[in-house]
Nanobody
Framework: EVQLQASGGGLVQPGGSLRLSCVYSAFTGIDHAIAWFRQVPGKEREGIGSIKSSDGLTYYRPSVKGRFTISADNAKNTVYLQMNNLKPEDTATYYC??????????????????????WGRGTLVTVSS
């Protein structure tokens, strides 16, 4: 079973940037992907995007496209979430999750993050002046 650990959260001013990391243990399949989600207390978990482990193909939800970038360093078993031009409404706990490419994207598109079973512990991002 894949294990994940997200890190890199913290306090950043509006307009600033932050890079989150998600370290994963080795995948057993060839089409696995890592997805990023975020959650504000009292609200549903919101999908951000995903990256496919085998070829780096990415998918982004419209709400973050253009500001957030997902990348991977397979040699380090790490997926990154680069967040630029951060806004106070980006304040949330950010999570990474793993599953097959089709499954993570189904979760992102449908909003059904509950279909994903493998999650890392969240990392808190606070955007405030």
């Amino acid at each position: 079973e894949v294990q994940l650990q997200a890190s890199g959260g913290g306090l950043v001013q509006p307009g600033g940037s932050l890079r989150l990391s998600c370290v994963y243990s080795a995948f057993t399949g060839i089409d696995h992907a890592i997805a990023w989600f975020r959650q504000v207390p009292g609200k549903e978990r919101e999908g951000i995007g995903s990256i496919k482990s085998s070829d780096g193909l990415t998918y982004y939800r419209p709400s973050v496209k253009g500001r957030f970038t997902i990348s991977a360093d397979n040699a380090k078993n790490t997926v990154y979430l680069q967040m630029n031009n951060l806004k106070p409404e980006d304040t949330a706990t950010y999570y990474c999750a793993a599953d097959a490419w089709a499954v993570v994207n189904a979760a992102l598109v449908s909003g059904r993050s509950d279909i994903l079973e493998t999650w890392g512990r969240g990392t808190l991002v606070t955007v405030s002046s």
